[in-house]
Protein backbone atom coordinates (compact mmCIF):
# COMPACT_ATOMS: atom_id res chain seq x y z
CA UNK A 1 0.00 0.00 0.00
CA UNK A 2 0.99 3.57 -1.10
CA UNK A 3 2.59 5.75 2.20
CA UNK A 4 0.69 8.73 2.26
CA UNK A 5 2.64 11.67 1.98
CA UNK A 6 3.66 15.45 1.23
CA UNK A 7 4.84 13.99 -1.88
CA UNK A 8 2.26 11.60 -2.15
CA UNK A 9 -0.30 14.89 -2.38
CA UNK A 10 1.73 17.10 -4.81
CA UNK A 11 1.68 13.51 -6.86
CA UNK A 12 -1.63 13.45 -6.80
CA UNK A 13 -2.53 16.96 -7.24
CA UNK A 14 -0.41 16.80 -10.01
CA UNK A 15 -2.17 13.99 -12.00
CA UNK A 16 -5.61 15.48 -11.03
CA UNK A 17 -6.02 12.92 -8.27
CA UNK A 18 -6.51 9.85 -9.92
CA UNK A 19 -3.96 7.74 -8.44
CA UNK A 20 -5.09 7.45 -4.72
CA UNK A 21 -5.91 3.69 -4.14
CA UNK A 22 -8.62 2.23 -2.05
CA UNK A 23 -7.59 2.69 1.63
CA UNK A 24 -8.54 -1.41 2.65
CA UNK A 25 -10.14 -4.12 0.88
CA UNK A 26 -13.42 -5.32 1.38
CA UNK A 27 -12.84 -8.80 0.65
CA UNK A 28 -15.57 -12.16 1.29
CA UNK A 29 -14.35 -14.25 4.30
CA UNK A 30 -12.24 -16.76 4.46
CA UNK A 31 -13.36 -20.21 5.50
CA UNK A 32 -11.42 -20.05 9.04
CA UNK A 33 -9.05 -17.57 10.70
CA UNK A 34 -6.52 -17.82 13.49
CA UNK A 35 -8.80 -14.73 15.09
CA UNK A 36 -11.94 -13.41 14.67
CA UNK A 37 -13.11 -9.87 16.09
CA UNK A 38 -16.76 -9.10 16.13
CA UNK A 39 -17.10 -5.15 15.86
CA UNK A 40 -15.37 -3.01 13.74
CA UNK A 41 -15.12 -0.07 15.96
CA UNK A 42 -12.27 1.60 17.14
CA UNK A 43 -11.38 -1.32 20.04
CA UNK A 44 -12.21 -4.09 17.55
CA UNK A 45 -9.76 -2.43 15.25
CA UNK A 46 -7.01 -1.62 17.41
CA UNK A 47 -7.13 -5.33 18.50
CA UNK A 48 -6.38 -6.57 15.31
CA UNK A 49 -3.60 -3.94 14.67
CA UNK A 50 -2.01 -5.10 18.21
CA UNK A 51 -2.34 -8.31 17.35
CA UNK A 52 -0.89 -8.28 13.93
CA UNK A 53 2.08 -5.29 14.94
CA UNK A 54 2.78 -6.47 18.65
CA UNK A 55 2.26 -10.23 18.29
CA UNK A 56 2.89 -11.64 14.46
CA UNK A 57 -1.12 -12.80 14.77
CA UNK A 58 -1.98 -11.09 11.25
CA UNK A 59 -4.71 -14.04 9.86
CA UNK A 60 -7.37 -12.14 11.52
CA UNK A 61 -11.00 -11.03 10.40
CA UNK A 62 -13.05 -8.16 11.60
CA UNK A 63 -16.43 -8.61 11.13
CA UNK A 64 -18.72 -5.59 11.70
CA UNK A 65 -22.47 -5.70 10.99
CA UNK A 66 -22.64 -1.98 9.65
CA UNK A 67 -19.73 -0.07 8.21
CA UNK A 68 -16.37 0.40 10.09
CA UNK A 69 -16.68 3.27 12.54
CA UNK A 70 -20.48 3.60 12.37
CA UNK A 71 -20.94 2.87 15.69
CA UNK A 72 -20.11 5.07 18.93
CA UNK A 73 -16.32 5.35 17.88
CA UNK A 74 -18.33 7.70 14.69
CA UNK A 75 -20.73 9.16 17.07
CA UNK A 76 -18.63 10.60 20.27
CA UNK A 77 -17.24 13.60 21.01
CA UNK A 78 -13.72 12.77 21.00
CA UNK A 79 -12.46 14.05 24.30
CA UNK A 80 -9.30 12.32 25.24
CA UNK A 81 -8.24 12.30 29.19
CA UNK A 82 -6.41 9.86 31.35
CA UNK A 83 -7.35 11.79 34.56
CA UNK A 84 -8.70 8.99 36.34
CA UNK A 85 -8.55 7.44 39.60
CA UNK A 86 -8.14 4.26 40.29
CA UNK A 87 -4.14 3.11 39.92
CA UNK A 88 -5.32 0.77 36.93
CA UNK A 89 -7.86 3.09 35.29
CA UNK A 90 -5.06 5.63 35.35
CA UNK A 91 -2.60 2.68 33.92
CA UNK A 92 -4.38 2.27 30.65
CA UNK A 93 -6.09 5.27 29.78
CA UNK A 94 -2.33 7.24 30.10
CA UNK A 95 -1.25 4.10 28.23
CA UNK A 96 -4.11 5.13 25.45
CA UNK A 97 -3.84 8.64 25.68
CA UNK A 98 0.25 8.47 25.14
CA UNK A 99 -0.22 5.60 22.04
CA UNK A 100 -2.49 8.96 20.95
CA UNK A 101 0.49 11.17 20.69
CA UNK A 102 2.07 9.34 18.04
CA UNK A 103 -0.82 7.82 16.64
CA UNK A 104 -1.12 9.61 13.33
CA UNK A 105 2.96 8.41 12.72
CA UNK A 106 2.22 4.82 13.80
CA UNK A 107 -0.95 4.49 11.04
CA UNK A 108 0.50 6.47 8.48
CA UNK A 109 -2.86 8.27 8.84
CA UNK A 110 -3.96 11.65 10.62
CA UNK A 111 -6.30 10.79 12.95
CA UNK A 112 -5.68 14.86 14.11
CA UNK A 113 -4.95 14.29 17.85
CA UNK A 114 -5.25 17.66 19.00
CA UNK A 115 -3.58 18.20 22.69
CA UNK A 116 -5.55 21.29 23.37
CA UNK A 117 -6.35 20.70 27.26
CA UNK A 118 -9.60 19.60 28.87
CA UNK A 119 -10.56 21.14 32.13
CA UNK A 120 -13.05 19.71 34.78
CA UNK A 121 -14.73 22.43 36.35
CA UNK A 122 -15.22 22.50 40.08
CA UNK A 123 -18.62 23.66 40.64
CA UNK A 124 -19.16 22.76 43.90
CA UNK A 125 -16.90 22.62 47.45
CA UNK A 126 -17.59 18.56 47.08
CA UNK A 127 -15.96 18.49 43.36
CA UNK A 128 -13.18 20.96 44.52
CA UNK A 129 -12.65 18.26 47.55
CA UNK A 130 -12.85 15.22 44.74
CA UNK A 131 -10.57 17.11 41.58
CA UNK A 132 -7.98 17.78 44.96
CA UNK A 133 -7.81 14.10 45.72
CA UNK A 134 -7.79 12.62 41.80
CA UNK A 135 -4.80 15.52 41.37
CA UNK A 136 -3.08 13.77 43.53
CA UNK A 137 -3.77 10.64 43.06
CA UNK A 138 -2.65 11.02 38.99
CA UNK A 139 0.93 13.60 40.80
CA UNK A 140 1.71 9.53 41.91
CA UNK A 141 0.52 7.52 39.03
CA UNK A 142 2.99 9.60 36.82
CA UNK A 143 -0.04 11.42 35.09
CA UNK A 144 0.48 14.93 34.75
CA UNK A 145 -2.90 17.41 35.91
CA UNK A 146 -3.25 20.04 38.03
CA UNK A 147 -5.90 21.78 40.27
CA UNK A 148 -6.41 25.37 38.87
CA UNK A 149 -8.09 28.57 39.97
CA UNK A 150 -10.95 30.37 39.05
CA UNK A 151 -8.81 33.13 37.46
CA UNK A 152 -6.55 30.53 35.70
CA UNK A 153 -9.97 28.67 34.29
CA UNK A 154 -11.44 32.04 32.91
CA UNK A 155 -7.56 33.01 31.30
CA UNK A 156 -7.93 29.89 29.66
CA UNK A 157 -10.87 29.84 28.19
CA UNK A 158 -12.52 33.80 28.15
CA UNK A 159 -15.94 32.89 27.31
CA UNK A 160 -16.57 30.87 30.72
CA UNK A 161 -18.74 33.01 32.90
CA UNK A 162 -16.81 31.95 36.27
CA UNK A 163 -19.55 33.75 38.51
CA UNK A 164 -23.08 32.13 38.27
CA UNK A 165 -25.56 32.09 40.56
CA UNK A 166 -26.21 28.62 40.85
CA UNK A 167 -22.52 27.69 40.39
CA UNK A 168 -19.86 29.12 40.08
CA UNK A 169 -16.42 27.90 39.59
CA UNK A 170 -14.56 27.33 42.31
CA UNK A 171 -11.47 25.49 40.07
CA UNK A 172 -10.76 22.78 37.88
CA UNK A 173 -8.81 19.35 37.43
CA UNK A 174 -6.84 20.76 34.36
CA UNK A 175 -4.96 18.30 31.82
CA UNK A 176 -2.96 20.01 29.84
CA UNK A 177 -2.28 17.05 27.32
CA UNK A 178 -5.85 16.00 27.13
CA UNK A 179 -7.65 17.01 23.88
CA UNK A 180 -9.73 15.50 21.12
CA UNK A 181 -8.70 13.62 18.00
CA UNK A 182 -11.09 13.03 14.88
CA UNK A 183 -13.14 10.18 15.80
CA UNK A 184 -13.67 8.70 12.32
CA UNK A 185 -10.00 9.17 11.35
CA UNK A 186 -9.12 6.94 14.34
CA UNK A 187 -11.71 3.89 13.04
CA UNK A 188 -10.31 4.39 9.31
CA UNK A 189 -6.56 4.46 10.13
CA UNK A 190 -6.55 1.40 12.53
CA UNK A 191 -8.73 -0.13 9.07
CA UNK A 192 -6.28 0.64 6.70
CA UNK A 193 -3.10 -0.56 8.92
CA UNK A 194 -5.06 -3.87 9.08
CA UNK A 195 -5.80 -4.00 5.33
CA UNK A 196 -2.41 -3.32 5.03
CA UNK A 197 -1.21 -5.84 7.28
CA UNK A 198 -3.39 -8.53 5.39
CA UNK A 199 -6.35 -8.66 7.32
CA UNK A 200 -9.76 -9.06 6.16
CA UNK A 201 -12.26 -6.45 7.18
CA UNK A 202 -15.55 -7.39 6.43
CA UNK A 203 -18.36 -5.16 6.48
CA UNK A 204 -21.93 -5.70 5.96
CA UNK A 205 -21.93 -9.02 8.11
CA UNK A 206 -23.87 -9.36 11.06
CA UNK A 207 -22.30 -12.29 14.25
CA UNK A 208 -25.88 -14.20 14.80
CA UNK A 209 -24.56 -17.15 16.54
CA UNK A 210 -21.13 -18.60 18.31
CA UNK A 211 -20.81 -22.09 17.43
CA UNK A 212 -18.09 -24.06 20.16
CA UNK A 213 -17.57 -27.29 21.05
CA UNK A 214 -16.00 -29.03 24.20
CA UNK A 215 -16.85 -25.79 25.54
CA UNK A 216 -14.57 -23.97 22.97
CA UNK A 217 -15.25 -21.30 20.28
CA UNK A 218 -14.97 -23.11 17.05
CA UNK A 219 -16.17 -20.31 14.88
CA UNK A 220 -19.49 -17.70 14.32
CA UNK A 221 -22.64 -17.72 12.26
CA UNK A 222 -22.68 -14.89 10.00
CA UNK A 223 -25.01 -13.49 7.47
CA UNK A 224 -22.30 -14.53 4.94
CA UNK A 225 -22.60 -18.24 6.35
CA UNK A 226 -20.09 -19.78 8.91
CA UNK A 227 -16.72 -18.42 9.79
CA UNK A 228 -14.36 -20.97 11.78
CA UNK A 229 -11.70 -19.33 13.92
CA UNK A 230 -9.39 -20.51 16.70
CA UNK A 231 -9.74 -17.52 19.19
CA UNK A 232 -12.85 -14.79 19.36
CA UNK A 233 -12.72 -11.38 20.36
CA UNK A 234 -16.23 -9.56 21.13
CA UNK A 235 -15.94 -5.80 20.87
CA UNK A 236 -19.43 -4.61 20.17
CA UNK A 237 -20.04 -1.84 23.02
CA UNK A 238 -23.83 -1.69 23.27
CA UNK A 239 -24.88 -5.13 21.84
CA UNK A 240 -22.55 -6.59 24.24
CA UNK A 241 -24.97 -8.22 25.92
CA UNK A 242 -26.37 -9.81 22.56
CA UNK A 243 -23.43 -11.41 21.57
CA UNK A 244 -22.57 -12.81 25.37
CA UNK A 245 -25.68 -14.35 25.00
CA UNK A 246 -25.10 -15.87 21.85
CA UNK A 247 -21.31 -17.21 23.59
CA UNK A 248 -24.02 -18.63 26.27
CA UNK A 249 -22.79 -16.48 29.24
CA UNK A 250 -24.20 -12.94 30.83
CA UNK A 251 -22.42 -10.03 31.30
CA UNK A 252 -23.04 -6.89 34.05
CA UNK A 253 -23.59 -4.36 31.39
CA UNK A 254 -26.31 -2.38 30.79
CA UNK A 255 -26.95 -0.86 27.55
CA UNK A 256 -28.29 3.14 27.05
CA UNK A 257 -28.29 6.02 24.36
CA UNK A 258 -25.84 8.84 24.87
CA UNK A 259 -26.48 11.73 22.52
CA UNK A 260 -24.54 14.77 21.43
CA UNK A 261 -25.33 18.03 19.62
CA UNK A 262 -23.50 20.66 17.27
CA UNK A 263 -24.77 23.90 17.18
CA UNK A 264 -24.43 25.93 13.68
CA UNK A 265 -20.56 27.05 13.00
CA UNK A 266 -19.04 30.39 14.85
CA UNK A 267 -15.50 31.87 14.62
CA UNK A 268 -12.97 30.15 16.79
CA UNK A 269 -13.88 30.68 20.35
CA UNK A 270 -13.02 28.19 22.48
CA UNK A 271 -9.44 26.21 22.24
CA UNK A 272 -9.74 23.85 25.01
CA UNK A 273 -12.23 21.22 25.67
CA UNK A 274 -14.71 22.07 28.95
CA UNK A 275 -16.88 19.69 31.28
CA UNK A 276 -18.97 20.79 33.61
CA UNK A 277 -19.75 17.89 35.66
CA UNK A 278 -22.16 19.13 38.32
CA UNK A 279 -24.70 20.37 35.71
CA UNK A 280 -24.16 17.38 33.36
CA UNK A 281 -22.62 18.87 30.20
CA UNK A 282 -19.40 19.24 27.99
CA UNK A 283 -18.35 21.77 25.67
CA UNK A 284 -15.66 22.18 22.75
CA UNK A 285 -14.92 23.70 19.38
CA UNK A 286 -14.56 21.74 15.82
CA UNK A 287 -12.01 22.10 13.67
CA UNK A 288 -15.54 23.70 11.40
CA UNK A 289 -16.22 26.03 14.10
CA UNK A 290 -19.48 23.89 15.71
CA UNK A 291 -19.97 23.82 19.36
CA UNK A 292 -20.10 20.05 19.74
CA UNK A 293 -21.91 19.73 23.41
CA UNK A 294 -22.72 16.28 24.95
CA UNK A 295 -24.58 15.87 28.58
CA UNK A 296 -26.14 12.42 29.75
CA UNK A 297 -26.96 9.22 28.90
CA UNK A 298 -31.05 8.53 28.63
CA UNK A 299 -32.57 7.28 32.33
CA UNK A 300 -33.94 3.89 31.09
CA UNK A 301 -32.52 0.94 28.75
CA UNK A 302 -32.56 1.19 25.23
CA UNK A 303 -31.20 0.44 21.82
CA UNK A 304 -32.00 3.66 20.22
CA UNK A 305 -29.34 4.74 18.03
CA UNK A 306 -30.99 8.36 17.66
CA UNK A 307 -31.40 11.88 19.83
CA UNK A 308 -34.52 13.56 21.46
CA UNK A 309 -35.82 16.37 22.16
CA UNK A 310 -36.02 16.86 26.05
CA UNK A 311 -32.24 16.28 25.73
CA UNK A 312 -31.28 19.06 23.53
CA UNK A 313 -33.47 21.18 26.48
CA UNK A 314 -31.79 19.28 29.34
CA UNK A 315 -28.17 19.43 28.28
CA UNK A 316 -28.45 23.47 26.68
CA UNK A 317 -30.03 24.61 29.81
CA UNK A 318 -27.39 22.82 31.97
CA UNK A 319 -24.50 24.57 30.45
CA UNK A 320 -26.60 28.32 29.33
CA UNK A 321 -24.97 29.31 33.12
CA UNK A 322 -21.63 28.78 32.47
CA UNK A 323 -21.88 29.42 29.05
CA UNK A 324 -23.89 32.38 28.07
CA UNK A 325 -22.67 32.67 24.63
CA UNK A 326 -24.51 29.16 23.58
CA UNK A 327 -28.27 31.05 24.13
CA UNK A 328 -27.86 32.48 21.06
CA UNK A 329 -27.10 29.91 18.45
CA UNK A 330 -28.80 27.13 16.55
CA UNK A 331 -28.42 24.22 16.76
CA UNK A 332 -27.66 22.08 13.67
CA UNK A 333 -27.78 18.40 14.28
CA UNK A 334 -28.33 15.83 17.15
CA UNK A 335 -27.39 11.77 17.17
CA UNK A 336 -27.02 9.04 19.72
CA UNK A 337 -24.99 6.32 19.90
CA UNK A 338 -25.42 2.82 22.56
CA UNK A 339 -22.83 3.11 24.94
CA UNK A 340 -22.44 -0.28 27.39
CA UNK A 341 -22.30 0.37 31.17
CA UNK A 342 -20.81 -1.31 33.95
CA UNK A 343 -22.14 -0.69 37.78
CA UNK A 344 -18.42 0.30 38.85
CA UNK A 345 -18.30 2.38 35.45
CA UNK A 346 -14.91 0.98 34.32
CA UNK A 347 -14.89 -1.50 31.18
CA UNK A 348 -14.36 -5.39 31.41
CA UNK A 349 -11.09 -6.71 29.20
CA UNK A 350 -11.53 -10.30 29.88
CA UNK A 351 -11.48 -14.14 29.40
CA UNK A 352 -15.21 -15.60 29.06
CA UNK A 353 -17.21 -19.06 30.15
CA UNK A 354 -16.27 -20.18 26.63
CA UNK A 355 -12.64 -21.21 26.25
CA UNK A 356 -10.75 -19.00 23.87
CA UNK A 357 -13.47 -16.41 23.45
CA UNK A 358 -12.12 -12.53 25.15
CA UNK A 359 -14.46 -9.90 25.98
CA UNK A 360 -13.83 -5.92 25.60
CA UNK A 361 -16.50 -3.57 26.29
CA UNK A 362 -17.68 -1.15 29.54
CA UNK A 363 -16.48 1.53 27.79
CA UNK A 364 -19.78 3.04 28.40
CA UNK A 365 -19.92 6.66 27.51
CA UNK A 366 -15.74 7.47 27.83
CA UNK A 367 -14.15 4.53 25.99
CA UNK A 368 -13.26 6.80 22.60
CA UNK A 369 -10.02 8.32 24.58
CA UNK A 370 -9.27 4.27 25.47
CA UNK A 371 -9.05 2.88 21.55
CA UNK A 372 -4.99 2.37 21.82
CA UNK A 373 -4.78 1.34 24.83
CA UNK A 374 -7.59 -1.24 25.08
CA UNK A 375 -6.37 -2.46 21.84
CA UNK A 376 -3.20 -2.72 23.03
CA UNK A 377 -4.20 -4.33 26.13
CA UNK A 378 -7.22 -6.67 24.51
CA UNK A 379 -4.61 -7.90 22.06
CA UNK A 380 -1.99 -8.94 24.56
CA UNK A 381 -5.10 -10.66 26.44
CA UNK A 382 -6.10 -12.83 23.07
CA UNK A 383 -2.54 -13.55 22.00
CA UNK A 384 -1.18 -14.73 25.23
CA UNK A 385 -4.66 -16.20 26.43
CA UNK A 386 -3.97 -14.63 29.90
CA UNK A 387 -4.19 -10.37 30.53
CA UNK A 388 -1.45 -8.50 30.67
CA UNK A 389 -0.07 -5.44 33.78
CA UNK A 390 -3.19 -2.91 31.79
CA UNK A 391 -6.15 -5.32 31.79
CA UNK A 392 -5.64 -7.56 34.77
CA UNK A 393 -7.73 -5.72 36.87
CA UNK A 394 -10.69 -5.59 34.60
CA UNK A 395 -12.02 -8.99 34.04
CA UNK A 396 -15.61 -10.16 34.36
CA UNK A 397 -15.53 -11.69 37.61
CA UNK A 398 -15.01 -8.94 39.21
CA UNK A 399 -18.49 -8.17 39.75
CA UNK A 400 -19.04 -11.29 41.25
CA UNK A 401 -16.15 -11.23 43.86
CA UNK A 402 -17.03 -7.48 44.85
CA UNK A 403 -13.57 -5.95 43.53
CA UNK A 404 -14.77 -2.94 41.49
CA UNK A 405 -12.93 -0.08 40.08
CA UNK A 406 -15.21 2.71 40.79
CA UNK A 407 -14.78 5.51 38.56
CA UNK A 408 -17.99 6.72 39.10
CA UNK A 409 -16.98 10.25 40.32
CA UNK A 410 -14.13 10.57 37.47
CA UNK A 411 -16.24 9.02 34.70
CA UNK A 412 -16.73 12.89 33.49
CA UNK A 413 -19.93 13.86 33.78
CA UNK A 414 -21.93 11.98 36.66
CA UNK A 415 -23.86 9.02 34.47
C1 LIG B 1 -22.75 10.66 21.98
C2 LIG B 1 -21.51 10.01 22.50
C3 LIG B 1 -20.48 10.79 22.97
C4 LIG B 1 -19.31 10.20 23.44
N1 LIG B 1 -18.27 11.00 23.82
C5 LIG B 1 -17.09 10.45 24.17
C6 LIG B 1 -15.97 11.28 24.44
O1 LIG B 1 -16.04 12.51 24.32
N2 LIG B 1 -14.79 10.68 24.79
C7 LIG B 1 -14.68 9.34 24.91
O2 LIG B 1 -13.61 8.86 25.27
N3 LIG B 1 -15.73 8.51 24.64
C8 LIG B 1 -16.93 9.03 24.27
N4 LIG B 1 -18.00 8.22 23.98
C9 LIG B 1 -17.86 6.77 24.15
C10 LIG B 1 -17.16 6.12 22.97
O3 LIG B 1 -17.74 6.54 21.76
C11 LIG B 1 -17.24 4.61 23.06
O4 LIG B 1 -16.87 4.15 24.34
C12 LIG B 1 -16.31 3.94 22.05
O5 LIG B 1 -16.44 4.54 20.78
C13 LIG B 1 -16.65 2.48 21.94
O6 LIG B 1 -15.94 1.95 20.86
P1 LIG B 1 -16.18 0.45 20.45
O7 LIG B 1 -15.23 0.14 19.36
O8 LIG B 1 -16.14 -0.41 21.67
O9 LIG B 1 -17.70 0.42 20.00
P2 LIG B 1 -18.41 0.82 18.63
O10 LIG B 1 -17.71 1.92 17.94
O11 LIG B 1 -19.86 1.01 18.94
O12 LIG B 1 -18.18 -0.46 17.75
C14 LIG B 1 -18.88 -1.67 17.97
C15 LIG B 1 -19.24 -2.22 16.61
O13 LIG B 1 -19.80 -3.53 16.76
C16 LIG B 1 -20.73 -3.72 15.72
N5 LIG B 1 -21.61 -4.84 16.05
C17 LIG B 1 -22.54 -4.90 17.03
N6 LIG B 1 -23.18 -6.09 17.00
C18 LIG B 1 -22.61 -6.79 15.98
C19 LIG B 1 -22.85 -8.08 15.43
N7 LIG B 1 -23.80 -8.90 15.93
N8 LIG B 1 -22.11 -8.49 14.35
C20 LIG B 1 -21.14 -7.69 13.83
N9 LIG B 1 -20.89 -6.44 14.31
C21 LIG B 1 -21.62 -6.01 15.37
C22 LIG B 1 -21.46 -2.37 15.67
O14 LIG B 1 -22.11 -2.19 14.43
C23 LIG B 1 -20.31 -1.39 15.90
O15 LIG B 1 -19.78 -0.86 14.70
C24 LIG B 1 -19.19 8.77 23.50
C25 LIG B 1 -20.24 7.98 23.02
C26 LIG B 1 -21.39 8.58 22.51
C27 LIG B 1 -22.49 7.71 21.98
Redesign the pocket.
Known amino acids: MKRYSVFAIAREALRHHTGWERAWKSPEPKKEYDAII????????ATAYYLGKNHGIRNVAI????W?????????????RSNYLQDSSAAIYEKSRSLYETLSQDLNYNVMFSPRGVMMLAQTHHEVRGYLRTAHANALQGVQTEFITPQRVKELCPILNIDGPRYPVLGALWQARGGTGR?DAV?WGYARACSEMGMDVIQQ????GVRSENGKVTGVE?SKGFIGCRKLGV?????SG??AEMAGFRLPVEAV????LVSEPIKPCMDIVVMANTVHG?MSQSDKGEMVI?GGTDGFNNYTQRGSFHHIEETLRALIETFPIISRLKMLRQ??????MTGDRSPIISKTPLGNCFI??G?????????PGSGWAMAELMAKGEPGPLAAEFDMWRFKEGRFIDESVAAGVAH
Not at 38 to 45: D, M, S, T
Not at 70 to 79: K, L, P, V
Open positions: VGAGGHGLIEKGLGGGNTGRNTTIIHACEVKTVVAGHQLALQAYGWGGIVDNCWGTGGFKAI
